[in-house]
């Protein structure tokens, strides 16, 4: 019979994250009737016989289902394995690089039972001495654009609305999406919008999924009771070199052309890139007028253009 929960985590060369998650993930599954599923998005490295050696040794082995795929098509595409690998009325999609407070897992579903309108809900996502990370947003828009490049305080309050992170929630919230670092979503969601767009090798994946499932009617909740901490990082450089404001991988661009075109066309894609660069004028006028000035990434005045004659051509990964 199918388990009422399917938790599915996937792996891509980030072993001892995937053991550190499953000891805490799996005595919180005591009692439940649930099932892990780990997808190695073909790592090519000896991720698959580090977990197994551990799951072995931990006498988990029937208790988690491991599936490896012959090629790595991204993180969308990866969870796909592991959500048709095993049927359930829940699927908990999971990061690697996440560790499972108590009593987390039992909030979640009840949150999600609670408020039948709800196809997906999502933790409060936290660093390991407790302090909240931002989890909960607003679409992006081309005004997001703007703010985020300009990075004026007369600017974000102006178009306050229009600022993606919403701030750490202390209550039952509604945000528009959620991150999907750990989110429950309904089978019932699957089953009327389809899987996620493997369109998407990595990021944007989970804000184009929500509007998809908003659209079909679905509300997300967020329940700040169920307590997640998120290491972030553990599969891509890409908030890392954020952080330092180098370049960052061809494939966020590539996602953020695709969702941008996929949400509102060619016109809202043109006017997000445009947008962007009327935000970097500005913070370059205050740089020339000796203001402090945070800078842009690397690289991404021109990087924002990744695709913009094929916005929904497909990340092809290099051979590892």
Known sequence: MSPQLSVVIVNFRTPAFVIDCLTTLLPELDGMDARVVIVDNHSADNSPEI?????????????????????????????????????ARYYLLLNSDTLIRPGAIRIILDTATR???AGLVSPRLEWPDGVGQESC??????????????????????????????PVQTQIARPQWTSFACVLVTDEVFQQVGLLDEGYFMYFEDVEFCRRARKAGWEIVHNPDARVVHLRGGSSPVKKQTRLKKRVPRYFYESRTRYYYQASGWFGMMSANLLWWAGRSVSGI?????????GAIEGQWLDIWTNWHNPLKHYTPPNP
Not at 64 to 77: I, K, T
């Open 51 to 87: 977990i197994r050696a551990w799951l072995a040794q931990h006498d988990a082995v029937n208790k988690v289902l491991f599936v490896q795929s012959e090629h790595n098509s991204g993180f969308a595409s990866g969870n796909n394995i592991g959500i048709k690998s095993c049927n």
């Open 115 to 117: 408020f039948p309108e």
């Open 286 to 294: 205050r740089q020339l007028l000796g203001r402090s000035d945070k």
């Open 137 to 166: 947003f607003r679409f992006p828009t081309p005004f997001s654009e703007l703010i985020a490049a300009a990075q004026t305080g007369l600017i974000s309050r102006c178009f306050s609305r229009y600022i993606v992170a919403l």
